[in-house]
């Protein structure tokens, strides 16, 4: 790594000034929109082109919705799987199929996710095997898959942390010369923890490559977004780091795939992070283990019901005549079938070592460590015995 | 062999560190062009430019979630907490995410790292600027926690930190970072997890660590006029922990007085005496006893000197380890109610 000094650039005292200076707005380009960008209608009828967000693909779109209905399909079946006794809890992302899909589906492969506890369906969209998403949430340790392999940072539970990680790691790539993408996930109520706000100011101070994504689900368990801010909308909370924002309908799964490849673009380009809010709405309770009944109003939930993106985007894709039935039918199939194979693997009990407690702690364990292992082999060993 | 101070020793082992290794990266608060409030990092953005030694936000949850991402990327962040107490914001990244990584991922994902913390008193500091915070890190595992009494083991410690697979929370002792001493450097010290005897002794161990080894080592001295000869084991590594060097000590002098300057109640002071207390019972002829700071918050500098343990505090405490073979007179005066 060189560490060549920047030059120094002096403007010549005779360099003149325009004659009519124009004071660029200071906030030009930072601010998002007044409306969340949108689309889509939500009944799936296209909206004007616009000329500042070209429209992703049709084979994107396609692609997002067969991971959409797969996806749902997941959470579905993870949500059996609790009520089953399989999971200890899951915490559904229902009705925000649109953007767990779309924020990995802008990035590549080689960039990194930095998701919170309710992206279970984002990283299987990802590709990364569900039963190891799953591991955290069935008890068998904290995090199942290898994060360096799938460039995915263990879920995160502590609110909002992972957004100094995110803005570290960005920089750390963009330092050694690669130009990868870091994309962290946020909900709207860790909007209101420090770290979201010390992850921003960073990423814009070292110019980190970082795109923040909050999914304003409208809930923090049971809190709603007025209890977690007085501002416009969480897209403004950019605006005071000198981050370029943009609030985007995040049931418009065309919008949402539009806005985020936008912004990871920008990230890419070495223009520093980008910060976008997406309107949606966690249509489950927080984790099976609440009720949301004692703090929502089942009409609103009704009235989300409306605003579905897998059934918003299937509209579109059939309106342009790149879906039909048979095609419907087989991602159904495929969904399915990802369900029940996932079932399969799910019901075999998982084996656990004991022993494993006291691996990686350390990179080598510390004598006391070696002594508190070696009386749980003995206590094993004499519960065998026992047994026998 | 140079006379010089500790912070030169930690300055120098940070400049060794960015030479020998690229990835090495030190940042903070004031550590650019400053070199630090204390200086520790004097010359290093000079020599090694602003992308491997630079200033940071004023935000200590941020610097050290920062370093999370940087060490994920294979980088080697060395970061700077300006005092103890300003280190709290960041306690959240340390205990939850620094400590505990490697053990979430099963060891795919390690973050080595050095969070320097210059901590304790005996400065004359206002408030927040004093506390001894070992015990923090201390129980929190996956933590390795390290603190360096002499010049020449602030260098090799931190060198050593930086190197090691493991993040190290290293605690500087703010008191003695301009006392001198001949060092030779680059020293290389004893390593991580081995504790040294600094002043052998046959009746009694003192067992200290940071700032307070000066302290027994000078109360060690007084007290050769009473007439005992005490033993002075430096801890260096509170984790990972030298049990068999403690042990071996207090084994062989029968006696064990702990002395730490952080206050007493449930610190690694506590802990140290509890592990020779389980470990030596039949060797001991006098219960192990402990001289701490006092269980208030850090006082006001005039009042400080009271607070802390110096050496009329550690010898009076000598005096109760039952060199007569009688019972202490307070647990006695107590009776069942102690």
């Known amino acids: 790594m060189t560490t060549t000094p920047q030059a120094v650039r002096r403007a010549s005292p005779r360099t003149r000034r325009p004659a009519t200076p124009v004071a660029p707005e200071p906030t030009a380009g930072l601010l998002p929109q007044a409306e969340p960008v949108r689309l889509l209608d939500p009944d799936g009828t296209p909206l004007p082109p616009r000329a500042d967000l070209p429209a992703p693909p049709v084979e994107a779109l396609r692609e997002m919705y067969r991971r959409m209905v797969v996806g749902r399909r997941f959470d579905a079946q993870a949500t059996a799987l609790t009520k089953q006794g ?75 942390t992972q957004c100094v990680h995110a803005a570290g790691l960005a920089y750390g790539e963009s330092y050694q010369g690669r130009d990868t993408v870091a ?45 977690q801010t007085a501002a416009p909308s969480l897209a403004y909370k950019g605006v005071g780091y000198g981050v370029p924002s943009e609030q985007v309908d995040g049931n418009d799964p065309v919008a949402v795939l539009a806005v985020l490849t936008r912004a990871v673009a920008h990230a890419r380009a070495g223009h520093g992070p980008y910060l976008v809010e997406a309107h949606t709405y966690r249509m489950e309770a927080h984790t099976n283990a609440d009720d949301a009944s004692r703090y929502r109003d089942p009409d609103e939930v009704e009235a989300w019901r409306d605003r579905d993106p897998v059934a918003r985007l299937e509209a579109y894709l059939r309106g342009r005549g790149e879906l039909d039935d048979a095609a419907v039918a087989q991602v159904a199939a495929e969904a399915e079938e990802y369900a029940a194979d996932l079932r399969t693997r799910m019901n075999a009990q998982p084996v656990v070592d004991p022993l494993s407690l006291f691996d990686h702690v350390f990179a080598e364990p510390t004598p006391q460590l070696v002594e508190q292992r070696e009386m749980v082999r003995a206590e094993l060993a004499a519960d065998a015995e026992g047994d026998a | 062999m140079a006379t010089m101070t500790m912070a030169k020793a930690l300055n120098a082992a940070l400049a060794d560190a960015m030479l020998d290794d690229e990835r090495v990266l030190v940042f903070g608060e004031d550590v650019g062009q400053l070199g630090g409030v204390f200086r520790i990092t004097d010359g290093l953005q000079a020599r090694f430019g602003d992308k491997r030694c630079f200033d940071t936000p004023l935000a200590e949850a941020g610097i050290v979630g920062f370093a999370v991402g940087l060490a994920m990327s294979g980088l080697r962040p060395v970061v700077e907490m300006q005092f103890d107490a300003f280190a709290y914001p960041a306690f959240e990244q340390i205990a939850s995410h620094v400590a505990k990584l490697r053990n979430r991922t099963r060891g795919a994902l390690s973050v080595p790292m050095v969070i320097r913390v210059p901590y304790a008193g005996g400065i004359g500091g206002v408030e927040h600027h004093c506390d001894s915070s070992e015990a923090y890190y201390a129980h929190t595992p996956g933590l390795k926690v390290v603190t360096p009494a002499t010049v020449e083991d602030a260098y090799s410690l931190l060198r050593e930190a930086i190197a090691d697979p493991d993040p190290v929370v290293f605690l500087e002792p703010k008191k003695l970072y301009f006392a001198s001493a001949d060092a030779q450097l680059p020293a290389r010290t004893a390593p991580f997890g081995r504790a040294v005897v600094r002043r052998p002794g046959t009746d009694a161990t003192l067992v200290a660590y940071g700032p307070a080894v000066p302290v027994a080592l000078e109360a060690a001295e007084a007290a050769r006029e009473e007439g005992w000869d005490l033993e002075v084991v430096d801890v260096r590594t509170i984790v990972p922990f030298d049990d068999a060097t403690v042990t071996a000590s207090v084994r062989r002098t029968g006696r064990c007085l702990v002395v730490t300057e952080a206050q007493g109640f449930a610190g690694v002071g506590a802990e140290i005496a509890a592990r020779v207390q389980e470990r030596c019972f039949h060797a001991l002829h006098a219960p192990v006893l402990r001289v701490a700071g006092l269980d208030i918050p850090y006082p006001a500098p005039m009042l400080e000197h009271i607070h802390l343990p ?28 102690a």
């Not at chain 1, 589906?105 to 969209?125: I, N």
């Not at chain 2, 000598?318 to 647990?331: C, F, G, H, S, Y």
Request: some cysteine; overall charge negative.
């Open chain 1, 86 to 160: 399989r999971l200890a809890v899951y915490p559904s992302s229902r009705g925000q199929e649109a953007c767990q899909v779309g924020a990995v589906l802008a990035l590549r492969d080689d960039d990194w996710v930095f998701p919170t506890y309710r992206e279970s369906m984002a990283l299987t969209a990802r590709g990364i095997d569900p039963v190891e998403v799953l591991t955290l949430l069935r008890g068998d340790g904290h995090c199942g898959y290898d994060p360096t392999v799938v460039r995915t940072a263990p879920q995160c539970t502590p609110l909002a």
């Open chain 1, 183 to 227: 994309l962290a996930f946020i909900g709207d109520g860790a909007t209101s923890e420090g770290d979201f706000h010390e992850g921003l100011n960073f990423a814009a101070v070292f110019k980190a490559p970082v795109v923040y994504f909050v999914q304003n689900n409208k809930y923090a368990i049971s809190v709603p977004l007025s209890r």
């Open chain 2, 310 to 337: 110096g050496v009329d505090r550690v010898l009076d405490t000598v005096a109760r380890l039952q060199w007569d073979d009688r019972p202490d007179p307070r647990w006695l005066a107590q009776g069942s109610a």
